[in-house]
């Protein structure tokens, strides 16, 4: 396990503290006081460590069903957690992924915030900021191929429904960390903001909600269905018989999640497959909740739903075990958790729309859910669609 103090940043500036899902009137008055990092090479279980963390620092997770002190022992604020997808896949019990494009990120970090002063942005003359193309982890060609694969292994009842990832890589030069921040302000970036630790940072745009639980309550909100945001595609989402099965299915995933970690009988689903717009392209959104069981703790719910269903598959194991085969790369700081944890509530993000810097290059994530009717050309083309106006942001278009 790594744990730092507060940490010094190098190739990467210090920046206004603005962490996913943290309260608004919290923002730019945060003040880091401790962290913990920790990567799968370090050993041990990143749950329990997490768990117990934010126990140490006042922030006690261990029985959820129950009301939390309005303030926490001492003056923390609360804290960001952001966890990988890879290290969702070790809770899942899931093979080891494909080599990360961006290894100096962790796959756990937790950053615990007091309040200071609010701050400015900085007045300094801002570096030159410089982009470079994009390089793919995969072709089109081969992005395809991985498509077929998918829909050979349902043919053989292997899965049911897996989500396939790619990756792009761009040399940069500059500050990274103001384009990061700018794909917060994307319409619909329900967990906007970002992250930041010595040598890496994540910018968040993401409209999906992981898990949040607050007042013993747990809530889910599964995205599965693209179509480009005009009224035409309104209309072909909402008849789309493919669109709604893969929903479905994934809504039905997520209702299996929670109920191991629920009280008997009390999974519900509100809202089912409503349109909702990020950028300029519509997705299918369902709420699932449910009343947490007695005792239950952050890291057992971290077990129950990490990695998220809408971005593995059904069943979930097999869909994982199935995505460490086919993918290039792993996923790195997308298709995990981000979010912010204070007294009485967790609110965690799934990393979708998400890039990340290290200190050579941006990388993106981008893909979909592959059912048995899927088209690997329209695949490769949805993909696309979703990762356009993160790079277009980060270019600063």
Sequence with gaps: MRKIGPYGVETLPQVLVDAPASPPGCRHRLVERD?????????????????????????????????APTHPRGDACGAALYLSAAAGALLAGAPATAPEPAPTLPDLAIVIYDHGPTRTAPTDPATPWWLGPWTESWTPAQHADAVDAVRAAIGRGDIYQTNLVGHAAAPYSGDPL???????????????????????????????TLVEVHDGQ?????IKGTRPATAAGRAELLTSAKERAEH????????????????????????LFTVRRWCDLWQAE????????????????????????????????AALTHIAAAEPVGRGASMGALGWIAPGRIDLGLTIRTAAADGDALHTWAGGGITWDSDPTAEVAEAAAKTAPVRATLAGH
């Design 35 to 67: 962290r913990l990092q920790w990567h799968r090479a370090d050993g041990g279980d990143p749950a329990v460590l997490a768990e117990e963390f934010l126990a140490a620092h006042g922030l006690d997770l261990r029985d959820l069903s129950r009301p």
């Design 178 to 208: 103001p384009a990061l921040r700018r794909l917060g302000a994307l319409p619909g970036a329900r967990y906007g903001g970002v992250l930041t630790g010595d040598g890496w940072a994540i910018g968040c745009a993401s409209p999906e």
């Design 218 to 222: 747990i809530i889910t909100r599964p």
């Design 248 to 271: 479905i299915m994934i809504v039905d995933l997520e209702r299996n999640d929670l109920a191991r970690i629920a009280r008997t009988g009390t999974v519900t689903v509100d809202d």
């Design 286 to 317: 369902s709420t699932v909740r449910a009343h947490a069981v007695d005792g239950l703790g952050l890291a057992d719910l971290l077990r129950a739903t990490c990695p998220g269903g809408s971005v593995t598959g059904a069943p979930k194991l």
